[in-house]
């Protein structure tokens, strides 16, 4: 039998493999799979260039305090739980404006869009006059490039600064705040979307074969329909299955005589069959684009009405933005302790709650937390950014008049008091 009372547990030197440990210590760990500026500028092209900026845009839009989001707030933990620190507090400062040479708003966007097309997006940290940090200065790729340094216990140990000038910089870990897309084979490294991207369609290889089997064996007719009518991708895409369910057999032969009406025409598309082969290729690799970003066909098409485009940012926020903006505040809580020298656990970065909410749904938690006098009616009225109510009873709990001790059960109501009000009731 094992004596656990004689067992040692495991120093955390043990972790990382020494090699590792001693080469990151003067080189930092290379990030294998970070795409190069060059590789980014080449990739950054059409409907990816515009879910990334989709992404950037809705995530510094959230960051931030505004109508639509109260942005990322630093709470103190007590035993009570956790309260919102005092307005000018350093680490509520320095989210709401990072440096002074771009808006918060850009510093965001490029956190974001850094993050994604590379894999991390650094930031170094400044001190200012009273040795308390004042301000976070993005690292462009232009500028160089942050390595990690691992301890033994597998963890960051610091940086060095590779600057595009040719000059190694070590830094600590205190100096250095870092917003990543992890890699779940190793801590140093990261994934970008492009990155995901590759993988993703390597993935989707056996429908590209499949799709060029079915195109060698029967080629879909290259025709397509034109209308005078203004209609939207769904009306249209109806139109063109009615016709094909109509009109088409399913090697491509006519199976009757199609009579067109409402301004419609048919028309040659005016490309061999290879080439529509490529085309149907590339609507395939910009639904891996949809599915690897998170961000919805609807959301960027032109042609998508509002509802659809409103309906598909609902989507968005709850399904993408809201777990990369609960990914980053824990990343900014660990960042900002080390910068800081705050003590473990004291601080929080929380992330703002930009979920749609269900008004129905609202509308019942209202009613609730009046009914219970959790909240007053101004309180409400004041969150949704109304007008308050003029009257007295706005501003104080309501409570019902109707609970009874468990104790008096079945013997009606408690006895009120003759002398109350009875406009009290309210």
């Known amino acids: 039998m094992f004596d656990f009372s004689s067992h040692e547990r495991a120093d955390g030197n043990v972790v990382a493999p020494t090699t590792d440990v001693t080469f990151s210590s003067a080189f930092g760990l290379l990030d294998r799979g970070r795409p190069s500026e060059r590789e980014i500028r080449r990739q950054l092209r059409g409907t990816l260039d515009a879910c990334l900026r989709a992404r950037a845009k809705l995530f510094a839009r959230s960051a931030l305090p505004g109508k639509e989001s109260d942005g990322f707030m630093v709470k103190r933990v007590t035993s ?18 990072p440096n002074e040479y771009r808006s918060a708003y850009d510093t965001w966007y490029w956190t974001r869009m850094a993050a994604d097309v590379q894999g991390t997006a650094p930031l170094i ?23 990690e340094r691992i301890n033994r216990e597998g963890g960051v140990g610091g940086y060095i600064y590779h600057r595009s000038d040719g000059n190694d910089i070590p830094l600590e870990r205190d100096d250095v705040v870092t917003i990543k897309r992890t890699d779940p084979t190793t801590p140093h490294g990261t994934m970008s979307i492009l990155e995901s991207l590759v993988y993703e369609a390597k993935s989707d290889r056996a429908a590209a074969e499949y799709r ?43 199976k009757g005589v199609p009579v067109m009406y409402g301004g419609m025409e048919l028309d040659s598309l005016g490309i061999d069959p290879d080439s529509f082969q490529m085309l149907e290729s590339q609507e395939l690799d910009h639904d891996v684009i949809f599915r690897v970003t998170g961000i919805s066909k609807a959301y960027i098409d032109q042609g998508a009405n509002r509802a659809e485009a409103e309906q598909a940012e609902k989507m968005i926020m709850n399904t993408t933005i ?102 009290d009731f309210l």
């Open 80 to 97: 009570d739980g956790m309260e919102e620190v005092e307005e000018d507090h350093p680490w509520t400062r320095i989210l709401r404006q």
């Open 125 to 147: 940290v400044r001190d200012g006059s009273l040795g308390t940090p004042n301000a976070l200065l993005e690292i462009f790729p232009s500028f160089g490039r942050m390595r």
């Open 212 to 254: 060029h089997k079915t195109y060698s064996e029967g080629r879909p007719p290259l025709v397509y329909m034109r209308s005078e009518q203004d209609m939207g991708p769904d009306k249209a895409q109806e139109q063109g299955e009615r016709f094909r369910n109509e009109y088409l057999k399913p090697n491509g032969s006519v």
């Open 322 to 423: 809201q777990p990369m903006l609960d990914k980053v505040a824990a990343q900014l809580t660990i960042s900002l302790e080390e910068a800081f020298g705050a003590d473990e656990g004291a601080l929080r970065v929380v992330p703002p709650d930009v979920r749609p909410v269900d008004q129905e749904e609202q509308a019942s938690i209202h009613q609730t937390q009046v009914e219970t006098g959790t909240k007053t009616l101004n309180e409400l009225r004041r969150e949704n950014g109304d007008e308050e109510y003029d009257l007295d009873i706005a501003d104080e709990p309501l409570i019902p008049n109707t609970l009874v001790p468990a104790s008096r059960a079945g013997q009606g109501r408690m006895p009120t008091d003759p002398d109350r009000d009875v406009a």
